[in-house]
């Protein structure tokens, strides 16, 4: 497969950075535990800003495979813009990923599709591979097909975009997060598959091809196979379940 599964853990605004410690060692010794292959099954943890340094330090001081990234990033790369985190912060901080349009920032910050094409344009310039999320709401699908919001937001972000560009696309149906009732596979394959095809139309074949589609919503160790069996669906985004250890250990061992 040209994709490596990604399992990502979204922390929200939840640990500190002792909580952040503490869960990061008990990850890195449950998957050595059981000879996880990182090559195989990429894992990356999205800690708050304050916590990115002190996950870093674990990660780098014991070479833990783990990878990690923000939360949101700004659109600029310096200057007056207080309380902003730069990707070349990021950078700095050797974080891999930055998540950007999470549906929290869309709805709760009003975050435009402008705003988060600005923001997935400035991860990539500053050599960060934006995670860029998409979905629909529940009113949305009172109106619309299922894939034609998550279609345009994901057309929107891309604008900027271009062939040979690295980014990963998280489906997120707002109606699933943090609902306890998950899409099914076959929404998650259905609406991925749409989103490739625009991945298609933004970059071309070839990156399509290596571009990875999470799906995300109340994704649990016991429903993640489901999800994982989607020719199109390579990862998950979980928010709740990546804040237990043993819980988000279990999912990135579905396998
Ligand atoms: O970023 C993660 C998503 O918002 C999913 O959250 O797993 O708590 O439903 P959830």
């Avoid at 994709?3 to 503490?22: C, E, S, V, Y």
């Avoid at 800003?49 to 833990?64: M, N, Y």
């Avoid at 990690?68 to 990707?87: L, N, R």
Wanted: proline content about 4%; glycine content about 8%; aromatic content about 8%.
């Amino acid at each position: 497969d040209a994709r490596t599964p990604l399992i990502a853990g979204n922390w929200k605004m939840n640990f500190d950075h002792l909580q952040a410690i503490a869960f990061v060692q008990k990850l890195a010794w449950s998957l050595r535990d059981a000879r996880h292959d990182f090559d195989d099954v990429e894992v990356a943890v999205f800690p708050p800003f304050t916590d990115l340094r002190s996950v870093q330090t674990l990660v780098q001081a014991d070479k833990l495979e783990l990878k990690y990234g923000g939360q949101d990033v700004s659109t600029h790369v310096s200057g007056a813009f207080t309380g902003e985190i730069s990707a070349t912060f990021l950078k700095k901080l050797d974080a891999e990923y930055v998540i950007v349009g999470h549906s929290e920032r869309r709805y709760r910050h009003v975050e435009s599709d402008e705003t988060i094409a600005a923001k997935a344009k400035a991860a990539r310039d500053g050599g960060i591979v934006p995670l860029i999320c998409v979905g629909e709401t529940a009113k949305d699908l009172e109106r619309h097909e299922p894939s034609a919001v998550p279609a345009n937001q994901l057309r929107g972000a891309l604008i900027d975009f271009k062939p040979g560009d690295e980014f990963v696309v998280a489906y997120e149906p707002v109606w699933a997060i943090g609902a306890g009732s998950p899409a099914t596979p076959e929404q998650a394959q259905n609406v991925a598959s749409v989103l490739r095809e625009v991945v298609r139309q933004a970059v071309g074949d070839e990156t399509a091809a290596k571009t990875r589609i999470l799906y995300g919503g109340s994704v649990k160790s016991d429903n993640i196979v489901g999800f994982m069996k989607c020719p199109d669906v390579d990862g998950v985004l979980v928010g709740g379940a990546s804040l237990d250890v043993d819980e988000f250990s279990a999912i990135a061992r579905y396998k």
